[in-house]
């Protein structure tokens, strides 16, 4: 019977709650790779959006000239990291085919854009730089990167490539 209390230790094998299902050969697709290209996926509508949004908003006039110059700097910043965003909204929506499709190289590519995006995301939304969708934006990122790195899937990315040539010794990469 298995104990009313979890153990740090090893987990009884027969608890149903705590059971991970590994990832083998002919399993097809995981289902945490699926929800995270599709989450990858919608960040990038997202990301996109809000990048034109910080591009394209109205800037009020100023009063005076330090106020002229607070607006001009603070749409700088809102230019930059709307740049930012379409880059990376772009670069994720290139990458996610390939995780789905396996490929551990662009995993990481795509945690790599990620970080960044978290970065320059919250950056904006702690500086009042977007609206409070960019806290949804990275939290959606977050669920995503998770999905991407479970440890049921890491087989899946460990394989080889389908298209995989074998090296001189005859070993695939």
């Known amino acids: 019977?298995?104990?009313m209390m979890p153990t740090p230790g090893r987990p009884d094998p027969r608890d149903r709650n705590r059971a991970v299902r590994v990832w083998t050969e002919g399993d097809g697709v995981p289902t945490a790779v699926t929800v995270a290209t599709v989450l990858?996926?919608?960040?990038?509508v997202l990301l996109l959006i809000m990048g034109v949004v910080l591009w394209t908003v109205d800037r009020p006039e100023g009063v005076d000239a330090a106020h002229r110059e607070y607006i001009r700097?603070?749409?700088v910043n809102m230019r930059v990291v709307g740049t930012v965003q379409i880059i990376g909204a772009l670069a994720?929506?290139?990458?996610?085919?390939?995780?789905?499709?396996?490929?551990?190289r662009r995993r990481r590519w795509t945690l790599a854009v990620a970080a960044?995006?978290?970065?320059?995301?919250?950056?904006?939304?702690?500086?009042?730089?977007?609206?409070?969708g960019q806290a949804v934006?990275?939290?959606v990122l977050a669920a995503a990167c998770l999905a991407m790195y479970r440890p049921s899937v890491t087989p899946y990315f460990r394989r080889p490539a389908p298209d995989a040539e074998p090296d001189g010794d005859g070993h695939l990469p």
Do not use: E, K, Q, Y
């Open 1 to 3: 019977m298995p104990a």
């Open 40 to 44: 990858l996926l919608l960040v990038s």
């Open 73 to 75: 700097n603070r749409s």
């Open 92 to 104: 994720l929506a290139w990458l996610a085919p390939s995780v789905r499709r396996g490929d551990a």
């Open 116 to 132: 960044v995006m978290l970065f320059f995301t919250l950056a904006a939304f702690l500086f009042a730089l977007g609206a409070a």
């Open 137 to 139: 934006i990275a939290v």
